[in-house]
């Protein structure tokens, strides 16, 4: 069983830069398929960015060039650099893993989550 924790998050003001990191212990990281996903005020959990085990990436519309999503298979962390930063994307921010890709896209196809990390962007 992969277990995953997230760090990073913090207070940022708008504009402003952050990176998040997935730590991940207890299987073989590179195998698998992994996200981020976030939960903001008065929304349903979605997915920002997913990169597969092999690389591909995707975003979620609202990231529009601001996130960017890799993976270092040596340290088994998957990273979330987050730029122009605005107050709309605060939230707590999740990672998780599969070895479908097809089931990154639903957030509801999981049933396990970590503590998350809290960004919070604000003047």
């Known amino acids: 069983q992969v277990q995953l924790v997230e760090s990073g998050g913090g207070l940022v003001q708008p504009g402003g830069s952050l990176r998040l990191s997935c730590a991940a ?7 698998y398929n992994m996200g981020w996903y976030r939960q903001t005020p008065g929304r349903q ?8 085990n092999s690389g591909f990436v ?23 650099q987050m730029n122009s930063l605005k107050p709309e994307d605060t939230g707590v921010y999740y990672c998780n893993l599969d070895s479908d890709a ?6 509801l196809n999981f049933g ?12």
């Open 102 to 107: 097809n089931r990154l896209w639903d957030a």
């Open 112 to 123: 396990s989550w970590g503590q998350g990390t809290q960004v919070t962007v604000s003047s």
């Open 45 to 52: 959990r979605e997915l920002v960015a997913s990169i597969t």
């Open 58 to 80: 995707s975003y979620g519309d609202f990231v529009k060039g601001r996130f960017t999503i890799s993976r270092d298979n040596a340290k088994n962390t998957m990273y979330l």
């Open 25 to 31: 212990s207890g299987g073989i990281f590179s195998i």
